[in-house]
T-cell receptor, first 114, second 111 residues
Framework: SAVISQKPSRDICQRGTSLTIQCQVD?????MFWYRQQPGQSLTLIAT?????????ESGFVIDKFPISRPNLTFSTLTVSNMSPEDSSIYLC???????????FGPGTRLTVT | DAKTTQPPSMDCAEGRAANLPCNHS???????VYWYRQIHSQGPQYIIH???NNETNEMASLIITEDRKSSTLILPHATLRDTAVYYC????????????FGSGTRLSIRP
């Protein structure tokens, strides 16, 4: 299994500002993903964080709004840029690979934009 | 888009078996059926997955029809802690394969 931590666990931010969310895994993993879960909704995949190269974004998500870094096999960050109230969501990272049988999810970061 | 259809909600009495259905009529030959659940305020948790044979682990059983167009997740003795949203997902069994979540089934366990 994999143990995933996210920082911060929650934050309240003002519109127009940016927030960087960190995801740390206790073992090396091949794949890392970032999801968004809007209030009362299911999870939506934002992007795949690629180690050593640019992230792969899903339709409707762009790098300027959600820049992602993945400097090594255990760590990734997601930045939510120029925030608006519509960005209020739970952001989750997940990991898979390197001997893992399934995808593991972090506890999430609850973001509120005022 | 999600390739599965699930009822939006179900309820079950504590101690009884909870049977959660899922339709995946467009599943392809190399796609597996995965089940995850999300307890309130937590990240999704893996439950079980299978290709065509029925599967059982310490959490649940997965029954897949012979034509693979539908499946049922069975929680044999539901407890209050099983109250969660349950997601049925079809995907290739590869770490590069994305998980696309549908809307899931909200399961409520009543005392």
């Amino acid at each position: 299994s994999a143990v995933i931590s996210q920082k911060p666990s929650r934050d309240i931010c003002q519109r127009g500002t940016s927030l960087t969310i960190q995801c740390q895994v206790d073992s090396q993993v091949t794949m890392m993903f970032w999801y968004r879960q809007q209030p009362g909704q299911s999870l939506t995949l934002i992007a795949t964080a690629n180690q050593g190269s640019e992230a792969t974004y899903e339709s409707g998500f762009v790098i300027d709004k959600f820049p992602i870094s993945r400097p090594n096999l255990t760590f990734s960050t997601l930045t939510v840029s120029n925030m608006s109230p519509e960005d209020s969501s739970i952001y989750l990272c997940s990991v898979e690979g390197q001997g893992l049988l399934e995808q593991y999810f972090g506890p999430g970061t609850r973001l509120t934009v005022t | 888009d999600a390739k599965t259809t699930q009822p939006p909600s179900m309820d079950c009495a504590e101690g009884r078996a909870a049977n959660l259905p899922c339709n995946h009529s467009t599943i392809s030959g190399n796609e597996y059926v995965y089940w995850y659940r999300q307890i309130h305020s937590q990240g999704p948790q893996y439950i079980i997955h299978g290709l065509k044979n029925n599967e059982t682990n310490e959490m649940a059983s997965l029954i897949i029809t012979e034509d693979r167009k539908s499946s049922t997740l069975i929680l044999p003795h539901a407890t209050l802690r099983d109250t969660a949203v349950y997601y049925c997902i079809v995907r290739e069994n590869s770490s590069a394969s994305k998980i696309i979540f549908g809307s899931g089934t909200r399961l409520s366990i009543r005392p």
